[in-house]
């Protein structure tokens, strides 16, 4: 069964630190996105790549976040350095196109920055 | 005003009852809409999607939508404690990503 697979699961780490969280899509999906839930501001769209390029990542704070995609297989999300505001599920999800109906999420990892 | 605006909730509605979750959106040229369902602690999934004026049924679930007012609903029915969980309304356009609303929370009472 194709599935997002994202980790770590859980992270928790103190302000300050280095954090990197990594997605493989569905093989096949040339769209990855990376969103950001919040209780307070729901789902946001951090960045997304098609074909491995990065076409928008307005929606992330660039003195902060980066995104890459090394390869078809592999995109990662670093936060450098984090803050507790940074603290909220992050999800990659993949989508055969940019505005295919149906994304597949992995399944988040929850950051805690203390 | 928020590009899509859904009750945050929590709906309370009893075992077998209809469920009825709206959202309202701002872009006229919104194209294609779009309901997940997210359960506690995992990843939202897509349910059902809808892209012309009416209503679309699939099993207990029927989307509606009526472009003119901007709105776009989820009736569930016969609820099950099952259903409990954030529904989140999403919106297309043209070859954008989708835009998502904040999701109201449904608790069926057993």
């Known amino acids: 069964d194709a599935r997002v697979t994202q980790t770590p699961r859980h992270k928790v780490t103190e302000m300050g630190q280095e954090v990197t969280m990594r997605c493989q899509p569905i093989l096949g999906h040339n769209t990855v996105f990376w969103y950001r839930q919040t209780m307070m501001q729901g789902l946001e769209l951090l960045a997304y790549f098609r074909n491995r390029a990065p076409l928008d990542d307005s929606g992330m704070p660039k003195d902060r976040f980066s995104a890459e995609m090394p390869d078809a297989t592999l995109a990662t999300l670093k936060i450098q350095p984090s803050e507790p505001r940074d603290s909220a599920v992050y999800f990659c999800?993949?989508?055969?196109?940019?505005?295919?109906?149906?994304?597949?999420f992995g399944s988040g990892t929850q950051l805690s920055v203390l | 005003q928020k590009e899509v605006e859904q009750n945050s909730g929590p709906l309370s509605v009893p075992e077998g009852a209809i469920a009825s979750l709206n959202c309202t959106y701002s872009?006229?040229?919104?194209?294609?809409f779009f309901w997940y369902r997210q359960y506690s602690g995992k990843s939202p999934e897509l349910i059902m999607s809808i892209y012309s004026n009416g209503d679309k049924e699939d099993g207990r679930f029927t989307a509606q939508l009526n472009k003119a007012s901007q709105y776009v609903s989820l009736l569930i029915r016969d609820s099950q404690p099952s259903d409990s969980a954030t529904y989140l309304c999403?919106?297309?356009?043209?070859?954008?990503?989708?835009?998502f609303g904040k999701g109201t929370r449904l608790s069926v009472i057993a």
């Open positions: 999800a993949s989508a055969r196109g940019i505005s295919e109906e149906k994304l597949f």
């Open positions: 872009d006229r040229g919104s194209q294609s």
């Open positions: 999403a919106l297309g356009r043209g070859n954008t990503p989708l835009v």
